[in-house]
């Protein structure tokens, strides 16, 4: 079906707190991370999120090296497609560091405006601005400034608070102070005050959460820290259970119990990137070390074409990037939630 509506997404997002359940949310840089990533939605029936980072953007454009316009042709490409498979896809924009809005978000949201106005639908479902960096209340004046602007498109904002560890898409933060990497229950009342009365927004907190995968026994995750943020908005705003859409960074690597628990929670969107990169390269490498004389042309050799035609290893790393789409459903408690069905 075509990229989920706004009120399709808003539908997805009530499903998953109602339900206990996550989305996934994939990074996707090509036609073939696309594509391996909706057929593992529409395989496990589950309705999913596709992103696209300002460096997954940036790749798509080569040395032109834009992107914005990397992140629109992903985009357009995604709309295409997703008319094509049966579960609903929302589109998504990853992490934009306040030095990216230039480049990054703001074209990305005038293209939208763009849409909008002339009756089609927006170019995104979402966009995160990551001012985890900033101060709170500067990161909150921001994110604020933003989503007065989208939800005029019926778009949604992703924001951060806290620090998330590791490295993400060239964005280092091993250097920064632990504490630093949790979010206080204090920071999500803050946040859910000044932004839930202007639009639908996620909150992405971190509680020791880290980007990419560490071994085991190196990271110390607090989910608990959701919790108590979800309890002091309650009280506060004399709200439902889990008044806070809560997104996980960093969920590579985590154990399944770990994941379940931030379920119960309110986190209805999981990142997955750094997993299913993995994913993605694993059955080339594969493919190479078994073929390597047919993938390379040796001791004057002339090599075996059906070996090194791109399209034969890419097929092998589309169906590698589908079934750990279809894990991360079944971690997530996702499969056959799809609200189509
Ligand atoms: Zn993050």
Redesign the pocket.
């Given at each position: 079906m075509p990229i989920a509506t706004y009120d399709q997404y808003c539908q997805m997002l009530d499903n998953a707190k109602k339900g206990k359940f996550a989305y996934p949310a994939i990074n996707i840089t090509s036609l073939e991370t696309i594509n391996g990533v909706m057929e593992g939605f529409a395989e496990a029936g589950c309705d999913g999120i596709i992103q696209v980072s300002s460096g997954g953007g940036q790749h798509a454009t080569g040395s032109i090296k834009d992107m914005a316009l990397g992140a629109k042709i992903l985009a357009e490409a995604a709309h295409s497609l997703a008319a094509r498979y049966p579960v609903a896809i929302a589109l998504h924009t990853d992490?934009c560091h306040p030095k990216n809005l230039g480049p990054f978000m703001d074209p990305l949201i005038a293209e939208s405006e763009k849409r909008v106005a002339a009756g089609q639908s927006p170019l995104f479902n979402s966009h995160?601005f990551?001012g985890?960096e900033l101060d709170l209340e500067e990161n909150i004046k921001v994110s604020k400034t933003y989503l007065q602007r989208l939800a005029k498109l019926n778009m949604l904002l992703e924001i951060?608070t806290g620090v998330?560890g590791g490295e993400?898409d060239g964005h280092d933060t091993s250097g920064v102070s632990n504490e630093k990497l949790y979010t206080t229950p204090g920071d999500m009342v803050r946040a859910y005050e000044e932004l839930n009365s202007i639009g639908r927004f996620m909150l992405?907190a971190?509680f020791g959460n880290v980007?990419g995968v560490y071994k085991p026994g190196n990271v110390k995750l607090t989910p608990t820290i959701l919790r108590d943020g979800q309890a002091a908005v309650i009280e506060k705003f004399k709200t439902g259970a889990n008044p806070l859409d809560l997104v996980f960074?960093?969920g590579s690597g985590s154990t399944q119990a770990e994941i379940h628990e931030t379920l119960d929670y309110g986190v209805i969107k999981m990142?997955v990137d750094t997993d299913t990169q993995y994913a993605f390269t694993r059955p080339i490498a594969d493919h190479m070390f078994k073929n390597y004389d047919g993938v390379l042309k040796v001791d004057q050799e002339i090599g075996n074409k059906k070996a090194y035609d791109p399209r034969g290893y890419l097929k092998l790393a589309m169906a590698g990037i589908k079934a750990r789409v279809i894990e991360a459903c079944q971690d997530l408690r996702a499969v056959g939630t799809s609200i189509l069905k």
């Open positions: 992490h995160m990551d985890s951060e998330v993400e992405a971190t980007h960074h960093g990142n």
